[in-house]
């Protein structure tokens, strides 16, 4: 969300609230003022010229990243999804991370350390109380969690080919004990047009369902060709 939807969606959640009280049967004159004085600084702040600026240094940055480009589709879709910069744009279905998929990991890779692998063991030594994924098995799975590689529903239809071109700052704050749901949330980052292509960034935040931190973090780069 930029600054300006932020401040519109901020005043129309106040305005409501202030509307919904009944200010002439409420004696409270400091009230009355308090509501009239927030309405008044939100009317004021959405019609200074710094938020004015704002949004013309963003169109003023749109233009120049598109400067040189001709490719209508690269043109269109780059001004529908710059508006989408900084927002939330996908969250995923759950999905369970079991322990045959755990071991089909391993025997693909051949990790095969008991944290892993030995329940039982893992049940009686390890500080998790059970067997975990890979870390890299969770990163693994981001196309599927993030539905990129479904062809029946492509993500981003306008495009002829997507191609991964790599991750960045990728983490795995909290480890995925076997048997745990998790889903991906995606927020994109930013854009970045070339003649031919566009390239996306996004922030992709997998949860497990019951935990309040994320188990895998990780900036994606695609590259959509038109």
């Not at 003023?60 to 879709?77: C, M, R, S, T, Y």
Request: overall charge neutral; aromatic content about 8%; hydrophobic content about 35%.
């Amino acid at each position: 969300m930029d600054v300006i939807e932020y401040i519109r969606e901020k005043e129309r959640s106040l305005r409501s609230r202030i509307n919904g009280f009944d200010l002439k049967g409420n004696p409270d004159g400091h009230l009355r003022q308090l509501t009239y004085f927030i309405s008044h600084s939100l009317n004021n702040t959405l019609n200074n010229s710094w938020v004015s600026r704002i949004k013309l240094f963003s169109e003023i940055e749109e233009e120049q990243d598109l400067q040189g480009v001709k490719n209508p589709k690269v043109i269109a879709f780059y001004r529908d999804w710059h508006s989408r910069i900084g927002k939330e744009v996908f969250v995923g279905d759950w999905m369970t991370v079991d322990q045959a998929r755990i071991d089909s990991f391993a025997s693909v890779t051949g990790d095969q350390q008991w944290i892993h692998t030995d329940p039982e063991r893992a049940r009686n030594e390890s500080p998790f109380g059970d067997t975990i994924a890979h870390g890299f098995l969770i990163l693994s799975l981001l196309p599927h969690l993030t539905d990129t590689v479904n062809p029946e529903k492509p993500p981003y239809p306008e495009a002829r080919m997507v191609v991964n071109c790599g991750l960045d700052q990728v983490r795995f704050p909290h480890p995925v004990k076997s048997g745990s749901r998790i889903r991906a949330r995606t927020t994109l980052k930013s854009l970045s047009a070339g003649k031919r292509s566009v390239e996306m960034v996004n922030r992709i935040e997998v949860e497990a369902e019951g935990s309040s931190r994320f188990v895998c973090v990780a900036d994606s780069l695609l590259r959509l060709y038109f």
